[in-house]
């Protein structure tokens, strides 16, 4: 059995310290920024910011608690992260079989790219009254929204994605007798894999800023009918409470989803190329 050779490893261990106390630092830097922030938050309320406009860190807090403590406000949180997650999951599978049809046939891409590009221009908030019209101030008209601003970027990112795939990758497969799957696994999917998760990434806040605004419109629950209650009762920290979940939620979701692109990447191959470069 041969020995890991000590002048190796040595240098080794000492870039996974370094490392470690690089991570360790940005972290209790982050902390403290943080921190700070709260403290000059709480010392220029009143004096130099209006508080019932900003409110205080401490107001914040007992209304995040009262939030939290509250069936109510987990009622809300739950309805909001329901029509979040199936806007993104509609949007995603509505964008991804639009790019792959258009993206597979170049004629009809041609035909249908300006139209998209024409509906797309449309801001999405625009068309919330014509989805409350259809679908009335339950969650599918948030839901609706959600996915229409999901599903133009996951289209953009795939469509794209195809028109850029290098045709001659594509002809050397053919030619040493690959089939359309040989294809789709050696040269379609690691194409897509970056633009594709860059999309996921992107559509993650589309989703939720379509459901707050969806909620914001007509709604009688929700995170975004807490906030829009609490703008009208000039009730800034109820406010920053319903922010700061929201906030979470945003944390989470691209928490997952920065997850699930690197088990992806892993599966195929491609993580490698993520991997900074030692220096010499």
Same mark, same amino acid.
Not at 36 to 59: F, H, I, N, R
Not at 149 to 178: D, P
Not at 179 to 190: D, E, S
Not at 246 to 275: F, P, S
């Given at each position: ?76 949180? *739950? ?22 049809? #258009? ?19 449309? !801001? ?25 601003? =999901? ?9 794209? %994605? ?10 050397? =497969? ?10 789709? %696994?050696?040269?379609?999917? !690691?194409? #897509? ?7 996921? *990434?992107?559509?993650? !806040? ?6 707050? %605004? ?36 945003? #944390?989470?979701?691209? %928490? ?25």
């Amino acid at each position: 059995m041969t020995r890991p050779d000590p002048g190796t490893a040595a240098p080794a261990a000492t870039r996974a310290r370094a490392r470690l106390q690089g991570t360790g630092s940005i972290i209790v830097l982050r902390v403290l920024v943080i921190l700070v922030a709260l403290v000059l938050w709480q010392v220029m309320s009143g004096p130099v910011v209006p508080e019932y406009a900003v409110s205080k860190p401490t107001d914040v807090y007992d209304a995040l608690t009262d939030m939290l403590g509250s069936a109510t406000g987990w009622t809300d949180i *739950k309805v909001t992260t329901i029509e979040v997650l199936a806007g993104f999951g509609l949007g995603v599978a509505a964008g991804t079989v639009m790019g792959l049809v #258009l993206g597979s046939f170049p004629l009809l891409g041609r035909v249908l790219e300006p139209l998209v590009a024409a509906v797309n221009g449309i !801001p999405k908030i625009a068309l919330a009254p014509l989805f409350l019209l259809f679908f009335g101030i339950g969650s599918w008209s948030k839901i609706t929204i959600a996915m229409t601003g =999901v599903a133009f970027v996951v289209f953009y990112n795939v469509y794209l %994605g195809l028109r850029l795939r290098e045709r001659e990758l594509v002809e050397v =497969v053919q030619v040493m007798g690959g089939r359309r799957h040989h294809v789709l %696994g050696y040269v379609t999917l !690691p194409t #897509l894999a970056a633009p594709f998760f860059a999309a996921l *990434k992107t559509g993650g !806040p589309l989703a939720i800023l379509g459901v707050i %605004g969806g909620e914001f419109i007509a709604s009688s629950e929700g995170v975004g009918h807490e906030l829009f209650t609490a703008a009208q009762n000039l009730d800034a920290a109820a406010e920053f409470a319903g922010l700061i979940v929201l906030v979470a939620l945003t #944390l989470a979701l691209n %928490g997952v989803l920065t997850a699930l692109d690197a088990y992806a990447l892993k599966r195929l191959g491609l993580a490698a190329r993520r991997r900074p470069r030692p220096r010499s």
